[in-house]
C-alpha cells in the first residue's frame, strides 16, 4: 500500500462548479499535511497548508480528518486556471522534513 | 529573481555517460533537496542536505552522488547513465525550523532523457 494515495482523475469540471477530492495517507504518526499544484511540465509549488481544524484560502478548502487518516480539498468556482494535477503531501516530522508525495489528482475544468 | 535554479533544463545523453546538475537557492534556506519525478508523475525523494550535512539518503543506486559546497547549493552528479534514469530531477529548498514545517520550494526541474 503506498504511504499516500490519490484518486489520478482526471475529474472534469464545468466552470464555475465545485469540486472535492480525497488522499489518504498511511502513517498514523504524520504530523503535517499540505497540498502542492503542479502544472503540466512546471515545478510543484505550495498550494495550502492543511491544519486540523480545516482552513480555507479563497476558494480553496482544505481539510484534515486525523482519525480516518484523509486529507481533503475543495475548490468553488472552478476557474480555468485551475486546471492542475493537485498533489497530496505528507510530513512525517521525521529529521530533515522529509515529504511523502502523491500520484496526483488532476483537475481539467472547461468551459 | 529566481529563488531555486537549475541548470541546465534540458539534459539529453547516451547510456553510459557522466553528467551533472547543479542547483542554488537565495532563499536563505538551510535544507535542500533532490526529488526525482518518473514517467508516472511520482515525487520521490532522493537526498536532503541541511548545513551541508547529508540528513536523507534514500535508497537511491550509488551512482547518483550530491554534493553541497555550501547551504546555498547542492548539486547531483549522475555516473554511467541508463535508461532508466530518465526522468525530470527537481531541487528544492526549505527552512527546516520555520512554520509550516515542511514547506519547500522547487526549482524548475531538469529534464533528463538517457538514449
Known amino acids: 500500500r503506498k504511504e499516500v494515495e490519490q484518486d489520478p482523475g482526471p475529474f472534469n469540471v464545468p466552470e464555475g462548479a465545485t469540486v472535492a477530492f480525497n488522499c489518504t495517507y498511511s502513517n498514523s504518526a504524520s504530523q503535517s499535511f499540505f497540498w502542492y499544484r503542479q502544472d503540466c511540465r512546471k515545478e510543484p509549488k505550495l498550494l495550502m497548508s492543511v491544519y486540523s481544524s480545516g482552513n480555507e484560502d479563497g476558494r480553496f478548502t482544505a481539510q484534515l480528518n486525523r482519525a480516518s487518516q484523509y486529507i481533503s480539498l475543495l475548490i468553488r468556482d472552478s476557474k480555468l486556471s485551475d486546471s492542475a494535477t493537485y498533489l497530496c503531501v505528507v510530513n512525517r516530522g521525521a529529521a530533515g522534513n522529509k515529504l511523502t508525495f502523491g500520484g496526483g489528482t488532476r483537475v481539467l475544468v472547461k468551459p | 529573481d529566481t529563488a531555486v535554479s537549475q541548470t541546465p533544463k534540458y539534459l539529453v545523453t547516451q547510456m553510459g555517460n557522466d553528467k551533472s546538475i547543479k542547483c542554488e537557492q537565495n532563499l536563505g534556506h538551510d535544507t535542500m533537496y533532490w526529488y526525482k519525478q518518473d514517467s508516472k508523475k511520482f515525487l520521490k525523494i532522493m537526498f536532503s542536505?541541511?548545513?551541508?550535512?547529508?540528513?536523507i539518503n534514500e535508497t537511491v543506486p550509488n551512482r547518483f552522488s550530491p554534493k553541497s559546497p555550501d547551504k546555498a547549493h547542492l548539486n547531483l552528479h549522475i555516473n554511467s547513465l541508463e535508461l532508466g534514469d530518465s526522468a525530470v530531477y527537481f531541487c528544492?529548498?526549505?527552512?527546516?525550523?520555520?512554520?509550516?514545517?515542511?514547506?519547500?520550494?522547487f526549482g524548475p526541474g531538469t529534464r533528463l532523457l538517457v538514449l
Open positions: 528544492a529548498s526549505s527552512q527546516v525550523t520555520g512554520p509550516p514545517r515542511g514547506t519547500q520550494y
Open positions: 542536505y541541511n548545513n551541508k550535512e547529508l540528513i
